[in-house]
């Protein structure tokens, strides 16, 4: 088959056709591949059935899926790389299997083992590897979704699961330095109040998009959010982590964080992003961006173990 065409990035398409891809278009976006997996929990079986392959489309569910009525399920984030040796490799994928487990127990689910869940991803990206951009291109971004597909009206755990894996070829998630908003008031996640701002509840992100298109149409790239407990320390920015360049892990009250000289934010979709401003009631400030940067460093470093441009002395990356 004919490497497919892009359909515009950043928007879900539904087919692809078989023109050639220019990867030099592609955002964070849909773009449809070839194959998704599938492997279902039943209450009969009390297990993970094998898992398979199927084509990439949609998904047939009942219309009363605890997922789709009362949001009981978990996502993940991973990527996989093209290395200059050609070879393709996931980066610490075993930490999203251990990730999706945590959330699934609070979210009262089965979840499947570690090793379930690398097998999984693995074979996802086998059969989808022709969509793993080139080198310096992008990577491929494997989402898998952790699901309740079993009936429910009561409030209860469903009876069936289902773990969905589904890949698209991406590149930068933000474009360029960011320029952060925070709010006074607005809040992710309150610690101590039972809540599931700890886990990739499936419900994560989309209460946020209100505040965000605000953000955006007043001319922020993002939302830097405040701890909900005094209000004072900076937490995280909507998809991604926030640092202040400082080898050290603490809580930073705002006032730090806008007499800092270099800030940047990390996370599995954005990678390592300068932040160029953040604006806190009247005040804004401005911070170091360009080559000679510590994210600069931070960045290289990174992508160059994901590529096997550097040597992975940490033992982060898995061959497929
Ligand atoms: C990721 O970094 O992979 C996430 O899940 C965040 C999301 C905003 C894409």
Redesign the pocket.
Known sequence: MAPPSILAPSESAGNSSSTEINWDEIGFGIIPTDFMYMMKWSIAEDKFSEGSLVPYGNIQLTPSPGILNYGQGV?E?LKAYRTEDGRIVLFRPKENGERMKIGAERMCMPSPSVEQFLNAVKTTVLANKRWVPPLGKGSLYIRPLLMGTGSVLGLAPASEYTLLIYTTPVKS?HKGPLNLIIRDKLYRAIPGSGGTGGI?SIVN?SPAYKALKEARAEGFSDILYLDAETGKFIEEV???NIFIVKVMERPVPVEELLKAEEVFCT????VVNPVLSTTYNTTRAEYKTGSETVSQKLYETLVGIQTGHLEDTKGWTVQV
């Open positions: 996502l984030g998630y990739k992100y909507t998809g991604c996370g599995t979709a954005v």
